[in-house]
């Protein structure tokens, strides 16, 4: 995984704790469901659009999808020939500039 997309679901990851602590319109979807179920309703329902993709350790596809003015995102994680559940919703997406160089 390239430094920058690894960087960018670290951050991910890291919205996911902040955001438990107080709810928000996007957190009553949470749940699992059909990946093209899912996707479409952030396309609709939250104007949201794929901006990572990644596979973890256990080859579950690692997506994240952001509206396009940051106001909102939705991190979600397909099981290998199973279904799409959402991991964490939130607020106040910032890109970052990608980490140069080989971190390791």
């Not at 995984?1 to 949470?30: W, Y």
């Not at 952001?66 to 919703?89: E, H, I, M, Q, Y």
Request: glycine letters at 10%.
């Amino acid at each position: 995984m390239r430094s920058g997309a690894r960087a960018l679901l670290t951050l991910a990851a890291i919205g996911v704790f902040a955001t438990m602590a107080g709810p928000s319109d996007a957190q009553q979807m949470q749940g699992c469901e059909d990946h093209a179920q899912i996707r479409k309703r952030l396309e609709i329902k939250y104007r949201e659009a794929l901006a990572a993709i990644a596979t973890n350790q256990y080859g579950w596809l690692i997506e994240l999808y952001v509206s396009a003015d940051g106001k909102s995102w939705t991190l979600v994680g397909t099981r290998p020939n199973g279904p799409t559940c959402v991991f964490g919703v939130g607020t106040d997406w910032q890109m970052v500039a990608p980490i140069t160089g080989n971190p390791m």
